[in-house]
């Protein structure tokens, strides 16, 4: 769980603030290039927040989301989906039930006490051939202040996740580190940061102006174009990756 003022602020800039749009731009990218489903897929957003993705994955199939916050949860009713309070170590679906799980930013908090076996269950729950989608915190270098009031307990490198991913017996297909056009703006930030010259109560999710908003979108659009093409992005504040439960044996 994050601070109780970090969920207000998400509720509140979930849909129009740069960073929110451009992931999910982001994450189209390959999301697109999932393989066809002959009927709609069925969806968990493990650890879904305040809801917002839940509409947006609405157009890749049905989505179910939990989150392990009631706070969170009591947002995430606004979008009228079916949800549930778990653990992403103890998600409460059957085996083999959902065609895609997607994590955003869940198993890197402090509140996730084994992140490999918060992997292991999002396998578990996926049908053999499905597909994880998951996007955690980049680079221990980056840590800053927004890390303490989301109770962010660990960063990661393409490495460190596919070790991971493997040990939770998914394959990692596609990996790149993302929000790097935008890299030089949070190292500043955590310059800042580290020589007391910014506020630690201010959160990194308020609503900006509407320029510096057009212009992180643009610049997480641009990024999106260049994965869906292919590219991969080396260095960046967040991580994505695409993993897929191995089909069965014949």
Not at 11 to 29: K, L
């Amino acid at each position: 769980m994050m601070e109780f003022g970090e969920y207000q602020v998400m509720a509140r800039v979930e849909q129009e603030h740069w960073w929110y749009v451009g992931m999910r731009c982001i994450a189209d990218a390959w999301l697109r290039q999932l393989p066809a489903s002959p009927t709609p897929r069925r969806i968990l957003d493990a650890g879904c927040g305040t809801g917002g993705n839940l509409q947006w994955l609405s157009h890749y199939g049905t989505p179910i989301g939990f989150d392990f916050s009631p706070v969170a949860l009591t947002a995430a009713h606004h979008y009228a989906y079916p949800l549930c309070r778990a653990s992403i170590e103890s998600i409460p679906i059957a085996d083999a039930s959902v065609d895609l799980v997607t994590s955003f930013e869940v198993i890197y908090h402090r509140g996730v006490t084994d992140d490999v076996a918060a992997l292991r269950e999002c396998a578990r729950v996926l049908v053999p051939g499905g597909f994880l989608l998951i996007r955690v915190p980049a680079f221990e270098w980056l840590r800053g202040h927004h890390d303490d009031r989301v109770h962010g307990q660990r960063r990661y490198t393409s490495n460190q996740l596919h070790h991971m991913l493997t040990s939770a017996g998914l394959v990692a297909h596609k990996m790149s580190y993302v929000n790097s056009l935008l890299l030089p703006i949070a190292l500043w930030q955590r310059w800042r940061e580290r020589t007391g010259s910014t506020a630690e109560a201010d959160s990194d999710l308020v609503m900006p102006t509407p320029l510096i908003n057009a212009v992180g979108r643009l610049a997480l659009g641009c990024e999106a174009v260049g994965l869906s093409v292919g590219m991969r992005w080396p260095v960046g504040v967040s991580l994505l990756c695409i993993a897929q439960r191995p089909q069965r044996a014949d």
